[in-house]
């Protein structure tokens, strides 16, 4: 049995500490949530193409999902915002299980086209279901979150109580990374003729973890709906799905630490050079293609050799 | 019938972008996430030499093929064979790495509007049989099928296009036999790129050009190329028609904003169920 990890865990504990009370600027706080927004997808995203070598570019519809699945209950329906995200999240489990459990079959190349697809129609459906959704100007007027008798309605609160959901969630993320499902999914992404000869299902468990993935992205999606107020099908395109894959990719696939280094440090881009906002896109599949080229283990791959290599 | 001859229309150009796909896939095994990217390519070069620098058609037409091509050389060199670990999911994510750059790159040459190509040939509608066809419409069928001929005859009888397909069923031997794989691989991306400039150029005075075309149009000729089966070149072109046919009508049946999500399904439901395409042939898979 591995030690966890914990040295990351209170490092992140200590950084989100230092955010929460010495940080009073709102838009620094702002944009922190944004990062562990992000930083949730992008793990997610890592789970399944790092350690199951599913590769996903649809996650951005998921996220999409959920988010408006959250907003129509919340502001039509006048459920309360915290129901609302298991809903969300069980509508994207749906999806996912039923698309996934035939496009799963698939390898590399088609299984790319076929996420991609998926998340182009989703897309398509966001725009064009105006009815339902605002179109393309959007949907708005969505409440907050209320908890008892906190409103999460400014920036502060609402950062303490991502903070808590991304704490959680990272602990569990390092539960799963020490576990023996694992090793399993590792196994999957190695060898499937092998994992069949050994009698696991490779077909039924990658469904799964494409649904469960889905889920927790669509549950993201819920919280980025009452942190923005506002959402528009712009926030859920091709181009956030390939941000995400940039996140995970840069940050390191197969680590758990992979996923929240590359978001934090994508996620910046956009916040350091903004001098520079129209290169974005540029730098951002610059650092894809240079991390793919020459470090196959991402930057948290790469820490970790240099350590050992040290030790 | 006039949604037939605007199917066979736009058709007739995934079938070509198809055609670019199975180059590459024949001899690399490898989907190139920037097909559409490199159509868009042509569309512009045509555009900045055709009707902003004036150069005349014949000549600006060689250049911007020549340029594709370059461009298609330099990809393979930069991306595809400076790449470390060749696992296929490190390849597809580097080609969209690839293509997102190319776009971006592309947004700060051109800029973000949309960009009108001058006409090739006068513009006369043709009665046909049941509608109207325009003699661009004609010029793009022809065009595609020539080039469908052109590229069959080159695979089929030229000594690049054997060894083209010799790599295709076999690296290692066909380098026991003395054929240079790596300038095949260059070759296979350069050809392909030029091919996606070719369509490039003939849609531009139709659909106009702008930045962010690459992704529709690759996808669709993906969904294009699957339809008919990947490594099949006649199958490519009729899995163009099929789905541009399919397309245009659809748009008569469903609002005309969910058009571009036919394609899709199209490419969904032949993935679930006839994975190797209409008319591929089954494949066992090396275990």
């Known amino acids: ?311 | 019938m006039q949604f037939l001859y605007s199917g066979l229309t736009s058709g007739s150009i995934y079938g070509l972008v198809a055609l670019g796909f199975n180059i590459i896939y024949n001899t690399t095994g490898l989907i190139n996430f920037a097909q559409g990217e490199f159509v868009m390519l042509g569309g512009m070069l045509i555009y900045s030499l055709f009707c902003v620098f004036e150069v005349p058609f014949y000549t600006a037409l060689p250049l911007t093929l020549l340029g594709c091509f370059i461009i298609g050389v330099l990809y393979e060199r930069v991306f595809i064979n400076l790449a470390r670990y060749k696992t296929e999911i490190n390849l597809v994510t580097l080609t969209i790495a690839a293509s997102i750059i190319m776009r971006d790159v592309a947004m700060h040459i051109w800029g973000r509007d949309s960009l009108r190509v001058d006409d090739y040939i006068p513009v006369v509608n043709v009665q046909m049989p049941g509608g109207v066809i325009s003699s661009q419409s004609i010029l793009i069928i022809a065009v595609s099928m020539l080039v469908a001929w052109g590229l069959n005859m080159f695979l089929k009888k030229s000594k690049y296009g054997k060894a083209m397909r010799a790599c295709f069923d076999d690296q290692t031997a066909a380098e026991t036999c003395g054929i240079n794989v790596r300038s095949v691989r260059i070759m296979s991306f350069a050809v392909s790129s030029a091919m996606a400039g070719i369509a490039g150029v003939i849609i531009s005075p139709i659909t106009f050009v702008t930045y962010d075309d690459g992704i529709m149009i690759g996808l669709k000729g993906f969904a294009a190329a699957i339809l008919g089966g990947l490594g099949n070149f006649w199958a490519a072109v009729a899995g163009g028609l099929l789905l541009g046919i399919f397309e245009s009508f659809s748009a008569s049946v469903i609002p005309s904003g969910y058009k571009d999500a036919m394609a899709f399904f199209v490419i969904l439901l032949i993935l679930f169920f006839k994975p190797d395409g209409l008319f591929g042939r089954k494949k066992a898979t090396r275990v």
């Open chain 1, 1 to 311: 049995m591995k030690r966890l990890n914990f040295s990351f865990i209170i490092l992140m504990a200590c950084v989100l500490g230092y955010i929460g009370t010495q940080v009073s600027n709102e838009y620094y706080i702002g944009v922190a949530t944004l990062l562990l927004i992000h930083a949730v997808n992008a793990t997610a995203l890592n789970i399944l193409l790092g350690y199951t070598g599913i590769i996903s570019i649809g996650q951005a519809a998921f996220f999409g999902l959920g988010a408006y699945v959250a907003a129509v209950l919340s502001t039509n329906y006048g459920i309360n915002p915290l129901l609302t995200m298991p809903v969300a999240a069980a509508a994207a489990f749906v999806v996912a299980y039923v698309v996934g459990s035939p496009i799963l079959k698939l390898h590399g190349n088609y299984l790319a086209m076929a996420t991609l697809g998926m998340g182009m129609i989703l897309y398509i459906f966001m725009n064009e279901m105006d009815f339902i959704t605002g179109g393309p100007s959007g949907f708005v007027g969505i409440g907050d979150i209320i908890i008892g008798k906190f409103d999460l309605a400014d920036e502060k609160s609402f950062f303490v109580f991502m903070s808590i959901v991304f704490m959680v969630f990272l602990f569990i993320c390092e539960l799963f990374d020490k576990s023996f499902l694992h090793n399993k999914l590792k196994f999957i992404k190695n060898s499937e003729s092998a994992c069949r000869s050994y009698g696991i299902t490779p077909a039924r468990t990658k469904v799964m973890v494409f649904a469960s993935m889905a889920a927790l992205t669509a549950f993201n999606g819920a919280i980025f709906t009452f942190y923005t107020h506002f959402i528009s099908p712009v926030s859920f395109s091709f181009k956030y799905s390939v941000e995400l894959l940039a996140m995970a990719t840069v940050g390191g696939l197969g680590y758990i630490t992979g996923g929240v280094i590359g978001a934090v440090l994508l996620g910046l881009v956009p916040e350091i050079f903004s001098a520079f906002e129209e290169y974005e896109m540029i730098i951002y599949g610059g650092l894809l293609a240079v991390v793919i080229m020459f470090l196959p283990g991402g930057i948290a791959g790469t820490l970790k050799r240099l350590v050992k290599r040290n030790a």
